[in-house]
């Protein structure tokens, strides 16, 4: 779906306030995410929960896993 300019104002504010407040981008997920921020979208979501991950593994948990996929017979 082609977004106008007031639209695309309104994804680049629900975007940028995405880390700190996610239930007002809920709600205009539901409605459709314009194919424009769907990649950026998707990577501020992994990035905020690899964040939560890495706060509660500590920061060198993706290595760590890394490291032991690595040392499998998989």
Sequence with gaps: ???????????RT???SYRTNSSNL????R???PN???AEFW?????????DLRL????NYFQH???????SEV
């Design 1 to 11: 779906a082609k977004t106008t300019p007031v639209d695309e104002q309104l994804w």
């Design 14 to 16: 629900l975007l940028n």
């Design 26 to 29: 809920k709600t205009h997920l």
């Design 31 to 33: 409605r459709g995410l």
């Design 36 to 38: 424009q921020f769907r």
């Design 43 to 51: 990577r501020l979501a992994i990035e905020k929960n690899v964040a």
């Design 56 to 59: 509660a593994k500590g920061s």
């Design 65 to 71: 896993l890394g490291d032991l996929l690595a040392k």
